[in-house]
């Protein structure tokens, strides 16, 4: 049986680098420069920033990031499971894990942007919980980008 862990990394490892390259190719293929809208890997290693990896029989196959926005807000960002590793339910582990994070910073929601492109994330966030909002933060309207919630108290 394969086993999986979730746990808080740096984003700094070679693994964890190949991973968000992988992630920024796939980004690039779907959607205009302008429209992604990636942390770099510098971003992550703020203090404001919980970086969760996902391994796979300790292989890296997976991460996000919380970022701690607000008072009583955060945002998803840089969520991405391997192709390999997909049909894990990955996306969803990690995305809990994420909320636990935001949970235990006393944050009330969590915010994402995606791409219309992707709908096994916009899935994943629907079924969640998570509903469409409008444009939040810095960012602008933008007819490729989709914005969701969640309340998480």
Not at 20 to 27: H, K, N, Q, V
Not at 44 to 68: E, N, S, Y
Not at 126 to 134: F, K, N, Q, S, T
């Amino acid at each position: 049986m394969q086993k999986i862990t979730i746990a808080i990394e740096s984003p700094d490892q070679p693994e964890v680098i190949a991973l968000l390259e992988a992630s920024d190719a796939y980004a690039a293929a779907l959607y205009p420069a302008e429209s992604n809208h990636m942390a770099s890997i510098d971003s992550l290693m703020t203090p404001d920033v919980t970086f969760l990896v996902a391994r796979l029989d300790g292989k890296i196959c997976g991460c996000v990031g919380l970022f701690c926005k607000g008072q009583d807000w955060g945002e998803i960002k840089r969520m991405y499971v391997d192709d390999a590793a997909r049909g894990l339910s990955l996306g969803k582990q990690l995305l809990s894990a994420l909320e636990d994070q935001a949970r235990d910073a006393k944050l009330d929601w969590v915010r994402l942007e995606t791409g219309i492109h992707q709908p096994q994330a916009i899935g994943l966030y629907h079924r969640a919980g998570y509903v469409d909002i409008p444009p939040f933060g810095d960012y602008l309207p933008d007819p490729v980008s989709v914005f969701m919630e969640k309340r998480l108290s």
